[in-house]
């Protein structure tokens, strides 16, 4: 059974008089904020901002795919020789709002507060050094001189993408914080060149903090939750999103049992490395799209990402749907707004989820107010699933390391939860 109670705080930061042998914890909430957006100011689908979602999300699989192949020495399983595809890897990301959940961590002696991306999709951390000056004026940044417990391990640190985002910096350890849990020397970079793609406009937090496993690493370090489990400061490894409006929050340590309703369905994770899981449908009113495909489960992708085939076969099931490749951008579709929608399950371990039909509901076309975009989307050089928050945001996911399985709950109705009208 999981942990029943969890421990409540007012605060990010951690109490400065706490004693460092009282770190270990049942369970720890940390409050989440969603920043970023593909709306245009007049409240219509930003093309460029899809756009780039897309090119980013896609080209950071290319990039994690090649960090698993330089870490273990083989292939990984998802991976094809041909690089994935990289049609919109010349879109400018500057200025453009990216969808993110942040919370905030704490790092360094004095502890300093700093805001990130907590991605199961990835496996690094990064924060802005003081060396970074272009892009990095509205960010938080590093200062290892203030930090007693910094070290310099003098080691380039660099995180490339195929669409041109990029951090390069150097490699550093220090104390890391996140609410009531601290882990000592936590490797991450320091960057001292933040690319456009990571200024203010573009992304609003100041790093990320990746939630993955050490194999898709690029500088094979040790994520902060592993290196958490390993130095025995976490009682359960096992921490969990939800990832709604009205209540979003990270649970570390465990799960918050006022968050769901009934029980948890758990997926073994089949390659360790991404929150990787076999899924074993994927359907619409009575028609099976997908059957036992691999998925990837992913907080920092705020689509759902398919094959072509399967993406191709969901919206010819939807009324008076079209491809919006030369709208929006190659892998979108549009369809009615005012459509009157089949339900859409992802079956998991046997169990069905919805996709919540007022997440997949996205912004109308800046051409024509009566259609909306489609949350669901396509990319002809895969065959895997990413699946993101237009699925995440209506479940409760639970991602347990020790187990290496991914679990799954409903959400408990809470007050605030709403889809503007579109939820049917």
């Known amino acids: 059974m999981r942990l029943s109670t969890t421990f409540v705080l007012s605060s990010l930061l951690l109490c400065a008089a706490a004693s460092p042998v009282e770190r270990r914890r049942q369970s720890t909430r940390i409050p ?25 999300r896609l080209a950071h699989y290319q990039a ?31 200025g453009v709002d990216d969808n993110v959940w942040i919370g905030e961590v704490s790092v360094g002696s004095p502890a300093k507060p700093y805001t990130v991306d907590f991605d199961t999709g990835s496996s690094d951390f990064f924060l802005p050094g003081t060396l970074c000056a272009k892009n990095c004026q509205s960010h938080t940044r590093y200062d290892p001189e ?25 490699q550093y350890t220090d104390t890391v914080t996140v609410s009531s849990y601290t882990a000592d020397d936590v490797v991450f970079g320091v960057g001292a060149v933040y690319s456009d793609g990571l200024d203010d406009s573009a992304f609003p937090a100041d790093g990320i903090l990746g939630m993955g496993f050490k194999s898709i690493s690029f500088d094979g370090a040790e994520p902060f939750f592993a290196q958490l489990v390993q130095q025995d400061g976490v009682e359960d490894p096992v921490f969990a999103f939800r990832l709604d409006l009205a209540s979003p929050e990270l649970t570390l340590g465990g799960v918050n049992e006022d968050l769901y309703e009934g029980d948890i369905t758990f997926i073994p994770v089949t390659e360790e490395g991404y929150w990787q899981v076999d899924a074993d449908a994927f359907t619409i009113g009575n028609k099976t799209i997908a059957q036992k495909f691999p998925a990837i489960i992913d907080t920092g992708t705020t689509m759902i990402i398919g094959s072509k085939t399967n993406v191709d076969a969901f919206y010819a099931a939807i009324p008076d749907s079209k491809d919006a490749s030369d709208e929006v951008g190659p892998g979108y579709y549009s369809f009615p707004c005012n ?6 399950n992802i079956t998991l371990g046997g169990r ?29 050089k895969q065959e895997f699933w990413i699946v993101g928050d237009v699925f995440l945001s209506g479940v409760y996911s639970v991602f347990d390391m020790g187990k290496k399985e991914v679990g799954f709950a409903s959400l408990k109705e809470m007050e605030g939860d709403s889809l503007d009208g579109y939820d049917e």
């Open 32 to 56: 989440l904020a969603k920043r970023g957006g593909f709306a245009s100011e007049d409240g219509s689908a930003s093309p460029e901002a899809l756009r780039a979602h897309l090119s980013r």
């Open 146 to 170: 203030e930090s007693s417990s910094s070290k310099d391990l003098h080691k380039p640190f660099s995180v490339s993408y195929g669409d041109g985002s990029r951090v390069t910096g150097e």
């Open 352 to 380: 069905q989820f919805a996709v919540t039909k007022g997440h997949f509901r996205r912004e109308a076309l800046p051409s024509d107010s009566s259609r909306c975009v489609g949350g669901i989307v396509a990319d002809d």
């Open 339 to 344: 459509a009157t929608l089949e339900d859409m």
């Open 64 to 94: 994690g795919f090649a960090a698993y192949e330089r870490n273990t020495g083989k292939r990984h399983p998802l991976a094809k020789e041909e690089a994935l595809d990289k049609r919109t890897s010349s879109v400018s990301l500057r």
